[in-house]
């Protein structure tokens, strides 16, 4: 088992936004946690970059118990994160935003080849290296994002919303890319996401969030097939 999460609870103040959650990751899979706005889902990613700790539960990297350790350790250990609305650094180039994705790691990767390789599987950002982030469209943005994730190598991605404010090409060149890692690479990945019919198209397994619980699990075919989740979330 790669990564546990074990029924977990995270409260911002009065208000509980994830109840009891416990899922799974296998090495090489590509999972998601799919749900409506608000319903808790970005506060589980949240939760498992140690972004917001959980005030019960615990969170279980290799076999190791992750729960109280900052989210810089957990970058560091091969955790890493595409934030929602694709964050990037605007005022720095594409070439400066995937070098703030080895910070602290510069000793220990091959900056210039680790780079160079993220031009192979995002050759738009090649081309774009030496322009402002805030010049990108958003898809490339998205791409972006992604890259400075991956530069470090990491053993797991969790992905934020990764289809918020793109066109729908857009969303599928993404989701294209985020499958084609995962089957090609062997990235273990973690999608969080409103937009059910494209990440259940590319995952083997999913989790249904209802209002911070998890209401339904199952493969991927098993949710697009149930009867609740064509109704609520796939529009059918």
Not at 79 to 93: G, Q, S
Request: hydrophobic fraction near 40%; aromatic fraction near 6%.
């Amino acid at each position: 088992m790669l990564l546990e999460v074990n029924n977990i609870h995270v409260s911002y103040g009065d208000i509980q936004a994830v109840c009891g959650v416990s899922f799974h990751i296998e090495k090489g899979e590509l999972i998601s946690i799919i749900g409506a706005n608000g319903a808790g889902k970005s506060t589980i990613l949240n939760a498992v970059m140690g972004i917001f700790p959980p005030q019960q539960g615990k969170i279980i990297f290799k076999g190791q118990d992750i729960t109280n350790i900052f989210s810089h350790q957990r970058a560091r250990i091969g955790i890493r994160m595409v934030p929602e609305r694709a964050r990037v650094f605007p005022r720095l180039t594409v070439y400066e935003n995937l070098l703030t994705g080895l910070y602290g790691l510069r000793n220990k990767l091959p900056v210039e080849e680790r780079i160079s390789s993220m031009y192979s599987v995002f050759p738009i950002l090649e081309e774009r290296k030496n322009q402002l982030a805030n010049t990108l469209s958003g898809g490339e943005q998205q791409q972006l994002s992604i890259a400075r994730a991956l530069v470090s190598n990491p053993e797991v991605l969790l992905v934020d919303e990764v289809s918020m404010g793109l066109m729908p090409k857009l969303v599928d060149q993404v989701f294209g890319i985020l499958e084609q890692l995962n089957k090609e690479q062997g990235l273990t990945i973690l999608l969080v996401e409103q937009n059910a019919v494209a990440s259940l198209a590319v995952s083997s397994r999913g989790y249904v969030l209802e209002t911070g619980t998890c209401a339904l699990q199952g493969s991927a075919q098993e949710l697009m097939d149930n009867s609740r989740v064509k109704e609520v979330y796939l529009g059918h």
